[in-house]
């Protein structure tokens, strides 16, 4: 019974992300991917920015970016939507 109920859940998630990435299509570039990977491991802006070597300002104008494109109000928002689409990891 688990293996069938993680079969369905497994099926499940995979046409809601199809169908939510079909609505959204983010068109994310990878810079702001990488960015966002590293605020979903807790990074700051500043810690990205020297992980990254690119300035501060840099890493809040691809956030904003990013958080314009997946139509969210926030970073953390933004993180969990690229996550749901499987964008993330």
Known sequence: MRWLVSVA???LSN???SDLRAQLDPNLTERELEVLRWSADG???TEI???LSISKNTVDFHIKN???????SNKTAAV????ML???F
């Open 15 to 17: 046409v809601y992300q």
């Open 9 to 11: 859940h497994l099926s």
């Open 86 to 88: 499987g964008l993330l």
């Open 43 to 45: 990074k700051s802006a």
């Open 49 to 51: 920015g020297d992980i």
């Open 80 to 83: 969990a939507r690229a996550i």
């Open 66 to 72: 990013a958080v314009h494109k997946l139509q969210t």
